[in-house]
């Protein structure tokens, strides 16, 4: 390795962590006791609609905004349009200082099963009441632990993914109809 290229791995690794140590702070600013739990929910659920919790790797990132450790294999994913966070404190049921109960309502318009590649439509209103503690000076969403509630769109290309790395072509055909599916599906 020449000294020029070691310099720049250097730098470009210099620059990693600090984007790794300002993204753990902005995180510590979210979750903070400080701030409203209202945005550890409205945060964990913007990663959940973006579909992070669609696979294993990206799953680490709203973790850290739950009280547990892991999460079963779901089943299936329910699609979305959309969702809204109750932000205002009148809104929310107040257990106490440390716990409170914030409701979302999501906009749900089916449900992916993803051991037979299948779309139910179901279109409806579903209000998820989120409880929020505030644990070691940070607020933690304690329950309830549902299926991932993913966006239409993120659904549609991660359906679209797969369809390109399967191999099997029986396999290949259902992903490419649960897209189409998943594409035409109205409210």
């Known amino acids: 390795m020449t000294l020029n290229l070691m310099g720049r791995l250097v730098f470009f690794l210099c620059q990693l962590f600090v984007l790794v140590l300002l993204s753990g702070n902005g995180l510590a600013q979210t979750a903070s006791i400080k ?3 209202a945005d550890v929910v409205k945060r964990y659920v913007e990663l ?3 579909g992070a ?7 680490e990132t709203v973790a850290s905004y739950t009280g547990w450790n892991e ?16 932000e205002q404190y009148r809104q929310w049921e107040v257990v106490d200082r440390l716990e409170v109960i914030i409701p979302v309502t999501f906009q749900v318009i089916g449900s992916v099963y993803l051991e037979t590649a299948g779309f139910v439509q179901r279109v409806e209103t579903e209000e998820v ?17 549902l299926p991932p509630h993913v966006g ?3 659904m549609v290309n991660f359906v679209r993914d797969a369809w390109v790395k399967e ?3 029986t396999k290949r055909d259902r992903l490419g109809a649960l897209q189409e599916e998943l594409r035409k599906a109205k409210e």
Do not use: C, Y
Not at 53 to 59: E, I, K
Not at 71 to 86: I, K, L, N, S, Y
């Open 35 to 37: 701030h409203s739990p």
């Open 48 to 50: 959940d609609h973006k």
């Open 53 to 59: 919790r669609l696979d294993a790797m990206s799953a």
């Open 71 to 86: 999460e079963p294999a779901w089943g299936h994913v329910v699609v979305t349009r959309g969702f809204v966070v109750a």
């Open 129 to 145: 009441r989120f409880r929020v503690k505030g644990v070691k000076n940070r607020w933690k969403i304690v329950e309830p632990m």
């Open 152 to 154: 239409q769109k993120r």
């Open 167 to 169: 191999t099997d072509p």
